[in-house]
């Protein structure tokens, strides 16, 4: 927990090296979801229900979501950059030092466009919906569980580049799917999509089972988002362990930023 | 030469075999764009390699580009798998008790820092601190031991980019030894220096070694390091073992040449012929000469060229690795 600490200590203070640029990136990010959300709401104003779902059900599923990107990618941004890495050579650096690859590598770099995200999901339900402690506490622990399942994800589309090489592409392309599908009322799609939402793009996991727990708690759901949360991190340690053992290192000259 | 019987050792490897396979694709655009082209091939980096290095030893491996250098140092680090092969770093096998070895040993990649670039060496220090999980009176103690005895105090807390290539590589040695480990491994720590950096940075890993008993292994382009900072070399030449002797045998052996390259006031016409003294290049105003240190001083030539000429600026440099391996084959020395 101290290396967490210090390591997100560090990656911080690196990033507010240069304050104007961090404060532009992290306030343009919120002004970016604002814009997102004002787009929903205007729709929400002609059509006030959506297969059961009203305007706060999706400022609370925005809330979720921006605030799960926040933590994944503003905190342990590096997930985003996993195949780069691998493809690059670059994990040198992590494998020679006492600690968990994985868990250095995430720990690697904070975003601050990102960091923006992370602010923004609580001010948006803290100014336009009605909550409660009880609400709240399952809103950061259902962020913070579709967050794994995000980080997980990222880990097991960047990992591909162990076995395939050069994958950044492919990485991108499936990771920014997920992102997709998470910014739409899940309950929109039916059928092998639905399926789809659960299983190879588990968007139903990140935004519609954590906005279901705020909207009513149930621990039918909360338990399946723990199990889900805990599956999926097991198969991305799975697969990153299986590909580091056929890394190959390279040559690049490279500093830490 | 091997490492001395009964000694403890600190490295010891056995046929250590690593293969890496590689597309090698020729022919026209269409051709390559095929998804069939390419011929994938097995590159031997390293071919059953065995070595000992005894504790408080302070070994040169050293060989030209792509000779299995790197290779040799990522594995006994735990970074890379090795093909085939045992290899024991303090008891412990690198990349099955990758973490465990981490805590004992200490590396550093001339060409991959491990300073955050924005930020001062003292925070890279700091997150090192918890890596290692030191007790926070013993790091501090450490250092400001370290900072003091690498004399870093006046740029410590200045953002790495801001700091030469000399600061910064004497920052990265001290943050390598801030868990006093007890092997270091260093890969090309004098790449990009200039001579008066190259000189302080072999005084700090010498000091290192003979002070503090650190097992010194390190792989360099230079052969000033390696005269200057092993006692045993290991030459390695496409994955094999091509000498492994005292550094002095290698002197008295191979690195028997000098080159002295200078920059004269006004034309040379002639070279009057000195004795050991091999002219390499006589044109304009330079002169380019190979001494042979085994028959000649390399202060009697050059006092010898100052006495003739008006010298300008005057250069004395090793010659490069592949010659001495060059030399080495020629000569059977091994």
Known sequence: MRYILAALRTNLLSAFEYRTSFLTQVFGMMINDSLWVSFWVLYFERFPVLNGWTRDDLLVLWAIITFSFGIAFGLFAQALRLSELITQGQLDYYLALPKNVLLQILLGQVRPSNLGDLFFGPILLAIFVPMTWAKWGLFLLGGTLGAVVYLAFFVMAGSLAFFLGSSEGIASGIGNALIHFSTYPTRIFDGWTRVLLFTLIPAGFIAEIPVDLVRSFEFRDLALLIVAAIGFSGLAVAVFNRGLARYESGNLMSLRS | ?334
């Open chain 2, 1 to 334: 030469m091997t490492a001395a019987a009964n000694a403890p050792l600190a490295i010891s490897v056995r046929g250590l075999t690593k293969e890496f396979s590689r597309v090698k694709k020729t022919g026209s655009f269409f051709k390559r764009m095929s998804p069939f082209s390419g011929i994938v091939e097995n590159f031997v980096a390293l071919k059953g390699i065995d070595l000992d290095v005894v504790r408080g030893e302070s070994l040169a491996f050293i060989g030209p580009n792509g000779a299995g250098k790197s290779t040799t140092i990522k594995i006994l680090t735990g970074i890379l798998h090795p093909t085939a092969g045992e290899a024991s770093v303090l008891g412990l096998t690198p990349w099955k008790d990758r973490e465990k070895l981490a805590f004992r040993i200490g590396s550093v990649f001339g060409q991959k820092s491990q300073l955050w670039l924005h930020l001062p060496a003292t925070d890279t220090f700091e997150l090192l601190s918890r890596v290692y999980e030191l007790d926070r009176a013993r790091y501090r103690t450490r250092r400001n031991q370290l900072i003091e005895l690498f004399e870093i105090g006046d740029y410590a807390d200045v953002p790495v980019r801001k700091l030469s290539l000399g600061q910064r590589m004497r920052c990265e040695i001290a943050a390598s030894l801030l868990h006093e480990p007890e092997v270091l491994f260093l890969d090309e720590p004098t790449i990009g220096l200039d001579p008066v950096a190259k000189a302080s940075i072999r005084d700090l890993i010498r000091n290192a070694n003979r002070e503090a008993g650190v097992t010194v292994f390190l792989t360099s382009h230079d052969a000033g390091d390696i005269e200057q900072l092993c006692r045993r070399t290991v030459i390695v030449n496409q994955g094999q073992i091509v000498f492994d002797g005292s550094t002095n045998a290698l002197r008295r052996d191979a690195l028997t040449k000098k080159e002295i390259d200078l920059k004269l006031t006004a034309s040379i016409e002639s070279f009057e012929p000195m004795t050991g003294v091999e002219v390499l290049k006589a044109k304009g105003y330079g002169l380019k000469l190979s001494v042979d240190t085994k028959t000649t001083g390399i202060d009697r030539v050059v006092g010898e060229l100052l006495r003739r000429y008006e010298v300008e600026d005057i250069a004395i440099v090793s010659p490069p690795l592949e010659e001495i391996i060059a030399t080495i084959y020629r000569g059977g020395s091994r």
